[in-house]
């Protein structure tokens, strides 16, 4: 792998796939994007906003191109995913997160396809793969973070025993202000009560329109974007239809897949990394410094641009290579954590000095790089802190430690 701001795929399917994804998020993307004023990532967005994108990513074959053929995708492999979500990351478009189905789609929804009935997803999936349906998924609590086993949200089965009774208040639910239904993983009652009692977890599908559920304004992150929600659940009723697996396989589903999905959050935070290096690059070869000459001629900057490409390279890399393995069947626990840890810590750098290199225009707000900064800052923390990252790893490499 070589290093490009703008990348090269030996493999032909996926730079057929990369070129057209390209096309698009450069021109009719940016066109919507500019038509309806939605030039703001911190702007607040509305499901009629996100749906046009959903129908039009749908007739060009984005929408969900990760499933397999039997669900309308294309079954690709992690490496080729990976590189679609790289470009997405790296397009500066608002609405980039609704191409592959991320903001509620197929993307949102994960590996749940494979637990549902035929009831789940003639009712839930199905719809949401057309664009007719969108999801959030709902685990976090505010005192159930990186534990979720402190989870308090409980489910009781209901006394005449065709449904649940869900109590609980859920936060950070992204894409929650567009959603339709919830995948709700709850404590089952009367487990986990006693300090020797191992607790129970089911995951349901919840209508968010049901009475006893109210979907709440969440909190505003760091990066501004109006995408969190906080589900409220006071003894509201799900019926018995609607429970993901068995009683008790609610973290196995909810976290099956947490290796493959730590890996693929990084491609998105490289692609958007990249963007950050080229813009940086525009800047200092354009802006004056004393004397006329550009900011570029100064060897600190030059010296600050080849540590930020450096980095770049080498996160990239080592995604990319990790992907690889697991494409191909090999266990990529380590791996992954050490990705999803050295891509939090290393873009952060690269967009720290971006920051720094584009002066007091870096520190101002409706600046692309500001925003980017603030967004990377926020990957250090979400899907996994960094300290959680290196525990990961030291587990195991040295088991029993």
């Known amino acids: 792998m070589t290093f490009s701001l703008r ?11 990369v070129d057209r994804l390209r096309d698009y998020l450069d021109g009719e993307l940016a066109d919507y994007e500019r038509e309806h004023g939605l030039t703001d990532s911190g702007g607040r967005l509305t499901r009629a906003d996100l ?9 060009l074959g984005f929408y969900g191109i990760h499933l397999p053929n039997e669900h309308g995708g294309q079954n690709l492999t992690f490496s080729q995913l990976a590189a679609l979500k790289e470009e997405l990351g790296a397009s500066g478009r608002v609405l980039s997160h609704s191409v592959l189905g991320d903001m509620g789609g197929p993307l949102r929804a994960g590996d749940i396809l ?10 839930y999936l199905l719809p949401l793969i057309r664009g007719e349906r969108a999801c959030c998924f709902s685990l976090t609590e505010t005192d159930a973070g990186s534990d979720v086993r402190s989870m308090r949200t409980v489910a009781v089965p209901d006394g005449d025993g065709d449904g649940y009774r869900l109590t609980g208040h859920k936060v950070f639910s992204s894409a929650g202000p567009f959603a339709d239904f919830a995948i709700v993983v709850a404590r089952m009652a009367g487990t986990g009560e006693a300090e020797d009692d191992k607790p129970s977890f089911s995951a349901f599908l919840v209508d968010l329109d049901s009475p006893g559920c109210r979907v709440e304004d969440g909190v505003t992150p760091m990066s501004g974007e109006h995408i969190e929600s906080d589900i409220v659940l006071d003894d509201c009723y799900v019926p018995a ?3 993901m697996g068995a009683e008790g396989d609610g973290l196995r589903i909810a976290l099956g897949r947490v290796t493959t999905n730590r890996l693929l959050h990084c491609p998105t935070v490289l692609g958007l990394t990249r963007r950050a290096l080229d813009l940086t690059l525009q800047r200092a070869r354009t802006r004056k410094v004393a004397g006329g000459r550009p900011l570029v001629s100064l060897q600190a ?21 990790a992907l690889k393995a697991l494409d191909e069947g090999r266990d990529v626990r380590t791996e992954a954590f050490m990705c999803k840890l050295f891509v939090a810590e290393s873009c952060f750098r690269i967009l720290d000095e971006a920051v720094q290199i584009h002066g007091k225009e870096g520190l101002t707000q409706g600046n692309e790089v500001e925003f980017m ?19 990961g790893i030291a587990k195991l490499l040295a088991p029993g430690a």
């Open 301 to 321: 900057i030059q010296h600050k641009l080849a540590d930020m490409a450096t980095d770049l390279y080498a996160a990239r890399s080592m995604t990319y290579a």
């Open 373 to 391: 900064f603030r967004k990377v800052r926020m990957f250090r923390v979400l899907t996994g802190t960094s300290e959680i990252q290196r525990n």
């Open 241 to 243: 239809a609607n429970l």
């Open 7 to 17: 990348p090269a795929y030996d493999d032909p399917r996926t730079a057929q796939l």
């Open 51 to 59: 749906e046009p994108v959903w129908r039009r990513s749908i007739e």
């Open 114 to 123: 494979k637990h549902a009935t035929e009831h789940q997803l003639d009712t």
